[in-house]
């Protein structure tokens, strides 16, 4: 591996590794496609726009946007300006936002037209110091008096050189899930993005020049904006983007009609195609290589899958604070139901409650080492020192490595369950129940008894034309006491039509645990 340059603006490295393919095409989204040759255009001149409303180098601006050609341009061209973009989902509520809005005093929101009505909500709501909103995306003359058109202030703009910044220097925002407390403002560099490509996009993805792209998680995640932005950009590919929700039906469109060779999904999606009566033929199809993170996947899924469409998905587990994924199946090396080995330049390691190794088959805490850590989250010194201990980054997942080297999730840490005084993991249980021919979807709690003991609770989702009884319940339960330690059965099964998920795909098992105590 290349060692990354000390002097390094990302946005830059990447338009000028791109010149000589500027009239390839570089994005095609919904309406449009865009070469590189113009992406590396459009980012200056978006810097030149930053200059225009008087952003200065190091101010924040907030990233609201639908997975349109003109996010990367925002960006990149954010980076090159050396103002720093703030990337958020945008199926966040009006109060998600202007929280973030205060939080980073943020000086201009990019935001889509479907997505204003939230944005000017939160900014009623907030104390903020947002100078301009602009809307990429919408017509001429269907927009507030107080609200820019994108278009318009692009061709006013001048395009303006690359500032020179550090591979250390802060280039972008992330927020954490905050699926406890608020959201965290995760801080990164320069050097991290670079470091994400050179160790997991290139080596172990084996991303090419002549690859299709296609991410369902879209770029506001850490997860997407590694599969559709710094990863086909690195080496010159094509990326198509997709604006819609990812359903089984808006995936496989683009999967006929693109012929995409890189997949990236989630379990659920990835459940959910296989699922569909409308899942397209192997021959109708280009994936070579699929990528999964998130959450677990599970074996039988993994199976499936492979056998339909005659190619791995790489299962991995990531995070928004290590930037992208850094234990990994890869290829050559697939082993369903675990999630692989460390990604060549991370180390990982297992420690129990006090911080000490713990030996192999047991389940620990999951510690990462490895260049794409985050700088800090912004303005919460605490959390800081709690998660990014040195080196080492503290994930907030447990896993269990076997005797040959394979790491196997065990979930949350907060979501551990101890039974009889033995620790289950609720992903165990899951991944056995789904196994089931008439599960579809699996979620695994603890709840207390009248007696104060804990015991396993298990939230299912049965596949279309399944009877949701007491008969199915028995089977589910003696099913999995087959294949498990007897203690570790569900003792209730409820039937529901869906289960309570983050925008990423992940089961938001501490909802299902509110339910349980307002019951």
């Known amino acids: 591996m290349q060692v990354c340059p000390a002097e390094l603006n990302y946005a830059q490295y990447l338009a000028e590794f791109n010149r000589p393919r500027a009239l390839k095409t570089a994005y095609i989204d919904d309406t449009r496609k865009l070469t590189y040759g113009e992406l590396a255009e459009l980012s200056g ?14 101010e924040r601006i907030l990233l609201v946007m639908h997975d349109t050609v003109d996010w990367p341009v925002v960006f990149l061209g954010g980076l090159h300006a050396g103002v720093v973009p703030i990337a958020v989902n945008t199926l966040l509520t009006a109060d998600d936002y202007a929280y973030m809005l205060e939080h980073s005093r943020a000086q201009a929101v990019f935001t889509s037209p479907g997505l204003l009505e939230t944005v000017q909500s939160a900014l009623e709501k907030s104390r903020h ?4 909103v602009v809307v990429a995306g919408a017509s001429a003359g269907e927009l507030p008096a107080n609200v820019e058109h994108f278009d318009t202030l692009m061709q006013q703009a001048q395009a303006l050189p690359p500032v020179p910044t550090k591979a250390d220097e802060i280039a972008f925002w992330l927020y954490s899930s905050g699926s406890t407390g608020q959201p965290k403002g995760v801080v990164h560099s320069h050097g991290n993005l670079w470091y994400t490509a050179e160790l997991y996009g290139k080596p172990v993805l084996g991303i090419r020049e002549d690859d299709i792209a296609f991410s369902a998680a879209k770029l506001f995640f850490a997860y997407g904006l590694g599969n559709a932005l710094t990863f086909p950009l690195s080496v010159g590919a094509t990326v198509i983007l997709m604006g819609e929700r990812p359903t089984p039906e808006a995936v496989f469109k683009r999967l006929v009609d693109y ?8 379990p659920t999606l990835y459940a959910s195609m296989l699922a569909s009566p409308d899942l397209p033929a192997k021959e109708k199809v280009a994936m070579r290589v699929c990528a999964s993170a998130g959450e677990a996947l599970p074996k039988d899924l993994g199976d499936r899958f492979t056998r339909h469409f005659g190619c791995h998905i790489l299962d991995g587990i990531g995070s928004t604070e290590m930037l992208h994924i850094f234990l990994s199946n890869q290829m050559g090396d697939v082993r369903y139901g675990t999630t692989g080995n460390p990604v060549p330049g991370y180390e990982v390691q297992l420690r129990d409650d006090n911080g000490k190794p713990v030996p192999s088959g047991s389940i620990g805490d999951l510690y990462i080492r490895g260049d794409s850590a985050a700088l800090m989250y912004w303005n919460n010194r605490s959390k800081t020192r709690e998660t990014m201990l040195g080196d080492w980054l503290k994930s907030g ?3 269990i490595c076997d005797e040959d080297g394979y790491y196997t999730y065990a979930g949350r840490s907060d979501d551990m369950i101890k039974v009889s005084g033995q620790y289950v993991s609720p992903v165990e249980v899951e991944n056995v129940l789904i196994q089931h021919e008439t599960v579809l979807e699996a979620a695994v709690i603890g ?4 007696q104060g003991l804990v015991k396993t609770s298990a939230y299912v989702v049965l596949r279309s034309g399944m009877t949701a009884d007491d008969a199915a319940q028995k089977t589910l ?15 209730t099964i409820h039937f529901v039509d869906d289960l309570p998920k983050t925008a990423t795909g992940k089961i938001q098992r501490f909802r299902l645990r509110q339910r349980e105590q307002n019951n």
């Open 397 to 399: 997942d447990k896993y």
């Open 477 to 491: 339960q003696e099913y999995v006491k087959s294949q498990l330690a007897p203690f570790k059965y569900p003792r």
């Open 447 to 450: 709840v207390e008894d009248s």
């Open 45 to 58: 001149r978006f810097a030149g726009l930053l200059k225009n409303l008087d952003i200065r180098r190091e």
């Open 259 to 266: 012929k995409p060779t890189i997949f990236y999904g989630v």
């Open 129 to 132: 110091e947002v100078r301009k």
